[in-house]
């Protein structure tokens, strides 16, 4: 990451959940906060981070901070089924993350002295398969919700997209710019089978399937709540589904911004 980008910190540190708060709307110092919920394979993650940076703003992956927790859990052998304890490693660990530029994510275990980079150890199937562990539990995810919500308060940027699940109702549900980026499962699966290799499309598009009747007992990820903008990315492609956030935003009264390119 070059340092000559941004002036603004390279990486958010996680304080302890629920001891910062979130600037009062509208005050100098509060960034603009664009909040971007979307179904596994919308494009979301790629999308989000190309719209950031083109605005000039950070990016929060949430999804990074439910990975790392997970490892945490393996690492230390907690309980990942057992609410308390997930919550007392919260309590103890120290999480960081990258707003600008390339991800990186680091992860300081309960009484270790020195950061573990875990940018590519939370991506492995070995983390991944256990991540719904942990976010099944309430009371982390609110834990967590207040840990994110700290991070952009205190990120020093003039705006932040913050991208994973339940963003624009449960995170940021009175963020000024909130979207909901969708695409049917075809077209999704279309773009994972891409993604990996020795899967078929078919049983990419079975997996997702399954995936959006699970998710949809606890999310609607096809139709926006009100105040949430709909981006259906289906007949879109990269560049155009990038240049839709960006029109979002800078419709926005609240978040006018220009592009930084």
């Given at each position: 990451?070059?340092?000559?980008?941004?002036?603004?910190?390279?990486?958010?540190?996680?304080?302890?959940?629920?001891?910062?708060?979130?600037?009062?709307?509208?005050?100098?110092?509060?960034?603009?906060?664009?909040?971007?919920?979307?179904?596994?394979?919308?494009?979301?993650?790629?999308?989000?981070?190309?719209?950031?940076?083109?605005?000039?703003?950070?990016?929060?992956?949430?999804?990074?901070?439910?990975?790392?927790?997970?490892?945490?859990?393996?690492?230390?052998?907690?309980?990942?089924?057992?609410?308390?304890?997930?919550?007392?490693?919260?309590?103890?660990?120290?999480?960081?993350?990258?707003?600008?530029g390339e991800q990186r994510v680091t992860v300081v275990?309960?009484?270790?002295?020195?950061?573990?980079?875990?940018?590519?150890?939370?991506?492995?199937?070995?983390?991944?398969?256990?991540?719904?562990?942990?976010?099944?539990?309430?009371?982390?995810?609110?834990?967590?919700?207040?840990?994110?919500?700290?991070?952009?308060?205190?990120?020093?940027?003039?705006?932040?997209?913050?991208?994973?699940r339940d963003i624009t109702t449960v995170v940021a549900?009175?963020?000024?710019?909130?979207?909901?980026?969708?695409?049917?499962?075809?077209?999704?699966?279309?773009?994972?089978?891409?993604?990996?290799?020795?899967?078929?499309?078919?049983?990419?598009?079975?997996?997702?399937?399954?995936?959006?009747?699970?998710?949809?007992?606890?999310?609607?990820?096809?139709?926006?709540?009100?105040?949430?903008?709909?981006?259906?990315?289906?007949?879109?492609?990269?560049?155009?589904?990038?240049?839709?956030?960006?029109?979002?935003?800078?419709?926005?009264?609240?978040?006018?911004?220009?592009e930084s390119m």
């Amino acid at each position: 990451m070059s340092g000559a980008e941004s002036t603004a910190p390279a990486a958010a540190s996680a304080p302890a959940a629920g001891s910062a708060a979130a600037p009062a709307a509208g005050s100098a110092t509060a960034p603009i906060l664009v909040a971007i919920d979307g179904p596994a394979g919308s494009g979301k993650s790629s999308v989000s981070r190309a719209a950031a940076t083109r605005l000039g703003f950070g990016i929060l992956d949430t999804g990074a901070a439910y990975r790392a927790l997970a490892w945490a859990a393996l690492e230390t052998g907690a309980d990942l089924d057992a609410e308390p304890a997930v919550l007392e490693l919260l309590g103890a660990w120290r999480f960081d993350i990258t707003l600008r530029g390339e991800q990186r994510v680091t992860v300081v275990l309960p009484g270790a002295s020195a950061p573990s980079d875990v940018t590519a150890a939370i991506r492995e199937h070995a983390v991944s398969g256990q991540v719904s562990r942990v976010s099944q539990h309430p009371a982390v995810r609110d834990r967590l919700n207040d840990m994110f919500r700290a991070i952009v308060a205190g990120s020093g940027l003039p705006g932040v997209v913050i991208e994973g699940r339940d963003i624009t109702t449960v995170v940021a549900p009175d963020a000024p710019v909130r979207i909901l980026m969708t695409a049917s499962p075809e077209v999704r699966a279309e773009r994972r089978a891409g993604e990996l290799s020795g899967v078929s499309r078919e049983q990419v598009l079975a997996d997702i399937i399954a995936r959006d009747a699970k998710d949809t007992l606890v999310v609607d990820f096809m139709n926006p709540a009100p105040g949430v903008t709909l981006v259906d990315t289906s007949d879109l492609d990269f560049e155009q589904s990038i240049q839709a956030v960006i029109d979002v935003v800078q419709a926005a009264p609240s978040a006018a911004v220009e592009e930084s390119m």
